[in-house]
Nanobody, 123 residues
């Protein structure tokens, strides 16, 4: 059974930094590209960052390019999101899941999402 456990969210001032973590269970982590998504009430969940199976390729939403960095540890089956220069518009609940393609293998997100972790950027 797939389990995704996000942590690290907090209340932070604009310009601050946070590091989110995602622990994964129940699937062969090395075989899946991974993503961070975020969602605010009343809006569709959006992809924030993508990392390939071995970490050699990363992609970011335009709104976070240059400020966020996604990484993964295939020994620990975890992914991370380093968030710098946070803005009020980054306020959202953040989730990890698979998605997109790595090489010729493409994946839809697992139906089982985690609880997410809340990031609030406010002065």
């Amino acid at each position: 059974q797939v389990r995704l456990i996000e942590s690290g969210g907090d209340l932070v001032h604009p310009g601050g930094s946070l590091r989110l973590s995602c622990a994964t269970f129940g699937f062969t982590f090395d075989d899946y590209p991974m993503r961070w998504y975020r969602q605010t009430p009343g809006k569709q969940r959006e992809m924030v960052a993508h990392i390939s199976t071995r970490g050699g390729r990363t992609d970011y939403a335009d709104s976070v390019k240059g400020r966020f960095t996604i990484s993964r540890d295939n020994e620990k089956d975890m992914i991370y999101l380093q968030m710098n220069s946070l803005k009020s518009e980054d306020t959202a609940r953040y989730y990890c899941n698979t998605g997109g393609c790595s090489g010729s293998a493409c994946h839809s997100p697992f139906t089982s999402w985690g609880q997410g972790t809340q990031v609030t950027v406010s002065s």
